[in-house]
């Protein structure tokens, strides 16, 4: 199910791209940037919630099609297998701090590598939730991650990866 709504997800942003680029709209309003921030915030908060999957779709729909906001999106920034349950609730976030960090950090989220440490982090806060609300939901491989985090390694683990793995 979870990897059904990833697939989807990743279709209706290529397509939303297309047609982004036929249909010119005006820049993002600070309403806008405001409420991505928060669906954001809420996503980490709260990565499982089926009551944010209509934000998380507007938020999505609106980051491709606004034309002042560039986001990369790597899958050096997801570690776990495919078959994970919480890969999209994972994805969701990362895509969402993603997008709020290039808002809240516009320099240094030019920096596509330091934007997906950013959303590693963020995604990194929502695993530790969806486990202390089901510890049968761990992933080894974010586990790894975790313990990356505490030895104080994860900008070199996220740079080495976006340097394999994703376009410049």
Excluded at 15 to 38: C, I, N
């Amino acid at each position: 199910m979870r990897k059904a709504l990833t697939t989807v997800i990743f279709l209706l942003a290529l397509s939303l791209g297309v047609v982004a680029q036929e249909q010119k709209r005006s820049p993002s309003t600070s309403e806008e940037r405001a409420r991505a921030v928060r669906i954001a915030q809420a996503l980490e908060a709260q990565p499982t919630d089926p009551s944010l999957r209509d934000d998380y779709k507007w938020l999505l729909v609106w980051a491709v099609e606004v034309p002042d906001l560039s986001v990369s999106i790597c899958t050096a920034n997801m570690p776990w297998k495919e078959k994970y349950e919480h890969s999209g609730d994972l994805a969701a976030v990362g895509l969402a701090a993603t997008v709020a960090f290039v808002i809240q950090h516009p320099d240094e989220g030019k920096d596509a590598a330091t934007a997906g440490l950013a959303a590693m982090e963020s995604m990194l806060r929502a695993y530790q939730k969806i486990v202390e609300q089901d510890a049968k939901a761990r992933s080894k491989e974010m586990d790894e991650v975790v313990e990356i985090q505490k030895q104080g390694k994860l900008e070199e683990y996220i740079r080495s990866r976006w340097t394999k793995t994703c376009k410049k």
